[in-house]
């Protein structure tokens, strides 16, 4: 493929922008190659600005459940934007999307609307923290919860990708308060609570690990947290910013039967615009200023316009269960395609699913914890990737991130994609 154009944006771009992008795992820095610059989407395909096409298992990194420029998002789009495009005064809509969210995610008592996942988990552990008066939090190692600087510790997604999982600029005095256990194993955490004892406020949890690429949750590791949590006072929030609306409707909780006292949602939620959202039981939202406390505050916070296509694409989903079906159907079917190339080609791989999420792990170990996902052979991963993108796949540019489909992509498109996945398996043998 010739990518002549991108290739010309992005020796400008790096003029003016860090690293030439505007989040670092767009850069393709880890796979060695300048990025692919997007003219536009339909459906699953991405056409770059040289005129290439290819199926994209990307989606924005999640938001776009139904694909590319869904008419779907833009219902009522062209109405809501001759009225104003913001206020800093309430707007009904605003009411709408929180009975909505509240609705489908009954832990969710209350809800506040903020514009990014970053927004979202970084209000959540205030709030914990004023709720409970306690310092410390827990987090879990190859989990990602956004940029702000107490997450910023044994992060996931691009700060596994670029080796600064622990980011530089987060104050010694930040970090002491962020403690950190091991995914899937419940005597880490135990071990955390002996050594604290009454000081942490919040454990923060991806219900299903999505940003060390996908590692399904131990359904006893997960029930041990909310039972840790639950008697020690301690507020445990799950991180739905992947897995709320995608999992499930319901988010992993209903898949998972398990509820937290506090939820974070982003992602999905906005349509394709920036939007997050944290709620939770009622006695701890009712900490948050101008009710209690703890301020939280935000400009273009339930913003009309994205509030109008997150409630356009939530509204589809809650109308349309098939969409859940249908992701489930292809995910599985590309683990089983994944699966039968794997052993056709003998490449040490393993390919994990965990409803309609998935992702191709380049090492003979199961993927059942971080350290297992640490074993993965990275430079594997670049050959395939480059592998399946001249094939027209736009995988994730890293290891260390899960593989999304929407309810546009068809079986057809799966099938091409697995056979793809056939000749770049053999040729890295
Ligand atoms: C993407 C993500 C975030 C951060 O959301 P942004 O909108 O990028 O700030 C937080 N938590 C999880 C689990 C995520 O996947």
């Known amino acids: 493929m010739n990518r002549e154009k991108s290739e010309k944006l992005f020796i400008e771009a790096e003029k003016y922008i860090p690293g030439g992008v505007n989040s670092p795992v767009r850069a393709f820095k880890s796979v060695d190659m300048p990025p692919v610059f997007v003219d536009h989407g339909k459906g699953s395909r991405i056409y770059d600005v040289d005129g290439n096409e290819y199926t994209d298992y990307i989606c924005s990194w999640g938001p776009l459940i139904l694909g590319h420029a869904s008419p779907v998002y833009y219902e009522g789009i062209q109405e809501a934007l001759e009225k104003g495009t913001t206020f800093g005064a309430p707007t009904a809509i605003e009411v709408e999307i929180a009975k909505l969210i509240t609705e489908a995610y009954p832990s969710m008592e209350m809800v506040r609307m903020v514009s990014s996942g970053t927004e979202a988990t970084m209000s959540a552990l205030r709030v914990a923290r004023g709720f409970t008066g306690r310092d410390k939090i827990i987090k879990f190692e190859g989990c990602y919860h956004g940029h702000s600087d107490g997450l910023l510790v044994k992060s996931g997604s691009g700060t596994l990708t670029f080796g600064v999982p622990t980011s530089s600029g987060v104050t010694p005095g930040t970090a002491k308060d962020t403690l950190v256990a091991t995914y899937n194993d419940i005597e880490s955490v135990k071990a955390l609570f002996a050594e604290n004892p009454g000081e942490i406020a919040a454990v923060i949890v991806e219900p299903v690990a999505g940003n060390m690429g996908v590692v399904p949750p131990d359904l006893d590791f997960m029930k ?55 709620g939770g039981r009622r006695e701890i939202m009712e900490m948050v200023a101008p009710l209690g406390g703890v301020y939280q505050a935000g400009t273009l916070s339930g913003n009309p316009i994205a509030m109008k296509m997150g409630l356009n694409t939530l509204t589809y989903l809650r109308d349309h269960p098939e969409v859940y079906e249908g992701l489930e159907e292809k995910a599985k079917r590309l683990e089983a395609g994944f699966k039968a190339n794997i052993e056709k080609t003998g490449v040490k791989a393993q390919m994990v699913r965990f409803k309609g999420m998935t992702c191709l792990f380049f090492t003979d170990q199961p993927i059942d914890s971080y350290a297992a996902v640490m074993t993965s052979d990275t430079r594997a991963y670049t050959q395939y990737f480059k592998s399946m993108l001249e094939a027209g796949n736009f995988l994730p540019p890293a290891q260390f991130e899960a593989i999304f489909i929407s309810d546009a992509h068809t079986l057809q498109d799966i099938e091409k994609t697995i056979e793809d996945n056939y000749q770049a398996l053999k040729k890295l043998k």
């Open 224 to 278: 041990g947290l909310r039972k840790i949590t639950e008697s020690e006072g301690t507020v445990l929030i799950f991180d739905e910013v992947i897995t709320g609306f995608r999992l499930a409707y319901g988010g992993a909780q209903e898949v998972l039967g398990i509820k937290p006292d506090m939820t974070t949602l982003g992602k999905i939620i906005g349509g394709g615009m920036p939007v997050g959202a944290f």
